[in-house]
Every structure is written in C-alpha cells, then in structure tokens.
C-alpha cells in the first residue's frame, strides 16, 4: 500500500509549483537587502496588517480563522515550493491582488521576518504538527525523520517517515562526524536543499543531538517537530505503519557554512547540563524548563530563564554534560537568534561570539537570501 505517499491536495500543489517557479525566483531576488531595510520592513509590516492579518493573526501563526490555515512564521527555511503559497493564498485568488515590485519586495521580507506564536527569532528550526500534516506528502523536497525506539516506529509513524540508520536501542548519544552523517543523509535519500524535520516522543535533546549532527554536516534546513510524536497524536493527525522505500543518493554536502573556530583559552566557566532542576540554579542549565508538556516554551519564557540561572551570552562555556543536551542548549540558542552559537564535542566547549547577538527583532530574516 503505497497510498500515504501522494495525497491529492500535495499532488495538486506540485502542479501549482511548475507554473510558479520563475515569479518567486524573481520575488527572492528583490528580497535581498537594501539600506533602507527598516522602511521596506515598516512598508511590508503594513500590508501584511491591510491584507493578511485577519486570517494569519499578527504573528503568522494564527489558526482561528480557519482549520486550513499553514503557519507563516519560518517560510524562509521551507523548500521554495512552500512560498508557492504566495500565490496559492486565499486573498490572492479571491481579491486577484497580484504584488509587485516593491510590494512583493517588502512584504516578502516582511513574511520572512514573522515569528510566530513563540516569537523565536528563527522559528524555521521548529516545526508545528500542523504544517507537517500539510508537507509529509512532499517526498522531494522534506524528509521526516523518526528517532523514536524500533518497536514505536513500526507500530506508527508519521507517514513518509523513515528511521535514522544505525539508531541502536537504548545507545549512548554522542556526536557523529560529518562524514558518517552525510553517509546517512544519502541512504535516506536526502539532498542538501530539502527541509529534515526530526520528530522523538517530544522535544528531546536526542532530537537536538541529530539536528546539530546534520547542521554541522552542512544541511541547512533542519527542524524539530515541536511537541513530537506525542503532539502529533493528540492533534489528531494521521499515523500509519507503512514504511516509504527511499532509493539511496550520494549526500554531497553544501559546505562547511557551519565551521566556525573554537574560542581561545583554557579558564572558560563551567556550566553544568542537568534536568529536573526545582529552581534555576546559576551555572546550570537545565532543558527542562525550556519545555512545557514536551513542547518549547515561548522565547520570552526562555530568555528569562537563562537570566536567572546566570546563563549569559555572547560568551563561551565549557560545558558539563552530555553531548546531547549540549546540542540542545545550541538549539535553543538559535532559536533565540544567535545564529552562530557552536558546540565542539571534542573540547566540550560552547561558543557564542559577540557578532552573533540576538538578532535584533529578527532583522537578519531580511537579510538572508531565501532558501531555494
Ligand atoms: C481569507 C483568509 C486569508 C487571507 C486574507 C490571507 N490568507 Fe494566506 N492562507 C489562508 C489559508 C486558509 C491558507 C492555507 C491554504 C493552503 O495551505 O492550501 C493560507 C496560506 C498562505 C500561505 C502558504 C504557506 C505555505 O507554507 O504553504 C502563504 C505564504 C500565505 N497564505 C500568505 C498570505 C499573504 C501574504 C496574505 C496577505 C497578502 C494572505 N496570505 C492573506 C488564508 C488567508
């Protein structure tokens, strides 16, 4: 039974998307940054209001309106194929608004700079059950991965998922090296310009673990499902026990976009990984209390909590702690803006250089050419 693979409304996309590619080429080059970026952020921020808002809510994320709707905040991570949804959108068809130029500039970059309902600076990286629900059918352009046990998967699964190779049960979690990643990622038939979501049983540092594997493999586009399987279940979306044969590719990586270098010296803080902490404890982090019912808390809850464990940033710590909770605390990190925050398994050192602030209300998502 091969029927979760194409479900007709996908079918009836990858149809939209030959038809489009060349106006959101074009709509992706006017989308690189000029210096008037605060104004054409201010000129897009009101269309969106005008035009969008009533339907997408103020952050992208909003689902009131309609049971439909696809969450806004994180287009710029998707496979172009998911900015067909310019075109698709309800409001382009029904009022035959059509934007452009400086229009389509700015509220391109305006949709890119959206951070949906946590209000992290780079919600790419964390994905909502419910655009999977909408993306699992896309075999060319996602690839979901499940890191749950054996015997889970093969009960059900995320339809399309596939397990990652050589996960043994109950195993030690460390870092793997890129090339033994990127053996992996073409077993699974995945290119570097597609979109890997992860899923565990919830948000995990497991999960975490494999996305910094694959980042620092080079892949770009890489989520976490946000509240994972669980989640996934409790909205009711679908789960099969068929398992998608993928033919093998060779994973050639994009590049070493991720290697940054090492801080210098040896007398960096210590900051100890831990769980199940009752209080914030300073000089400690604890992943736990990023989390809520297995879900990311909001990037404000987050914040506050590093500051009251004395957690500061930018600075470099060496870190006490499993290597993926380590992951975990980049994860986070980058979610919250500090796009360069870098874990090195081998020195046990996290980085997170000044040049790397928060980005200063998401103003970077302007400035990033959009993912092809
Ligand atoms: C009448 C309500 C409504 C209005 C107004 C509206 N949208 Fe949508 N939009 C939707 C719904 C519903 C979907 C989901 C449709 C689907 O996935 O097939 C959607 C999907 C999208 C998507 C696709 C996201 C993806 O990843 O596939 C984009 C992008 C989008 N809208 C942008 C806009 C923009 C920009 C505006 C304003 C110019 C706008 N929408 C106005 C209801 C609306």
Redesign the pocket.
Known sequence: MSEPRFPD?NLAMASVVAGSVLSLALLAQEAVPTKDGDAHLEHGRQ??AM??Q???GSNGDDFT??G???P?AG?GR?PRV?????V?????F?RG?A?QGADARD?TGF?LSLKGEKEIDDPGLLCLPR?LS?RWGLLDYYRVIDLRGGAAYAKGHIPNATRWPGLEEGGECRACAADVVAQKLGLLAVRPEMTVVIYDDTLTPASALLWWDLVRAGQKNVAILDGGFRRWVEEENQVTTVVTPLTPVTYTSPGAAEVAPGPEGRDHPVLRLSAGLRQPSAGVFDWERTLSDGRLRTAGEIREYLNRSDVRFPGAYRLEGSDAEAAYLVYVLRLLGFHRAHYDPIGKLLAVDSSNLPASESRTHLTAPLQP
Do not use: A, I
């Open positions: 409304r269309l969106y035009h969008c009533r339907c997408h309106c309609s439909d709707m696809t806004l287009l998707r998911d900015l067909v949804g310019q698709m959108s309800p409001s382009y029904l608004v934007y509220l949709l655009l909408k």
